[in-house]
């Protein structure tokens, strides 16, 4: 999404850095789980992305879902932001 969109699209519409832990149930072990970790930029809280691969993963992954957690984060944050000091030129 990063490349189609650019990343200042993403910081206007406030796109975060989103990391998904999902835990799911082995089809041929129910009793155990596994985990999987997604990432990718989404929109919280409603994190539209994220619930359209829970939907795939639903209909598509024989894995039943046990839980996700949630963690966020925005692409850009204040401290790593400033105006520069100087400006150099170079010929």
Do not use: C, N
Request: glycine content about 4%.
């Amino acid at each position: 999404m990063l490349i189609k969109h650019g990343l200042a699209s993403l910081v206007i519409r406030d796109y975060r850095l989103t990391t998904a832990e999902i835990l799911y149930h082995l089809p041929d072990y129910p009793r155990l789980l596994q985990t999987f970790v997604w990432q990718d930029y989404d929109v919280a809280p409603h994190f539209p992305v994220l619930r359209g691969f829970l939907e795939f993963w639903k209909r598509s992954i024989e894995g039943r879902l046990h839980s996700v957690r949630v963690a966020t984060a925005p692409i850009f944050s204040r401290r790593e932001t400033r105006f520069a000091a100087q400006e150099l030129t170079l010929h």
